[in-house]
């Protein structure tokens, strides 16, 4: 069984930066072997993508509405993914998720996300 634990959300105003964790564990569970993704789901909408990170070569995708301002990265050893957000609107407040896609190659389609945590909030003051 796999578990990821996010951390790192709260309260911040309007251009401020946060920094999200996604902690993976399980029986020989590696966030190297697999695509990570972070999805957010504001009250009254549905649960949308915000960002990605392909298990082969490394490569990153990002929603349009976060590009340039988000950065999601991974650190192996210790089995962690990370988001970076910076210059924060209020549009961006929403319960955030961490998904973990095993084998999938859409990384943008939360359909193809096996695991999933249990979500941070991040709210945005203006």
């Known amino acids: 069984q796999v578990q990821l634990v996010e951390s790192g959300g709260g309260l911040v105003q309007v251009g401020g930066s946060l920094s999200l964790s996604c902690a993976a564990s399980?029986?020989?569970?590696?966030?190297?072997?697999?695509?990570m993704g972070w999805f957010r789901q504001a009250p009254g909408k549905e649960r949308e993508f915000v960002a990605a990170i392909r298990r082969t070569g490394g490569s990153t995708y990002y929603a349009d509405s976060v590009k340039g301002r988000f950065t999601t990265s991974r650190d192996n050893a210790k089995n962690t993914v990370y988001l970076q957000m910076n210059s924060l609107k209020p549009e961006d407040t929403a319960v955030y998720y961490c998904?973990?896609?095993?084998?999938?190659?859409?990384?943008?389609?939360?359909?193809?996300?096996?695991?999933w945590g249990q979500g941070t909030q991040v709210t945005v003051s203006a």
């Open positions: 399980g029986r020989a569970f590696s966030i190297g072997t697999v695509s």
């Open positions: 998904g973990a896609n095993l084998y999938g190659v859409r990384v943008t389609a939360m359909g193809e996300y096996d695991y």
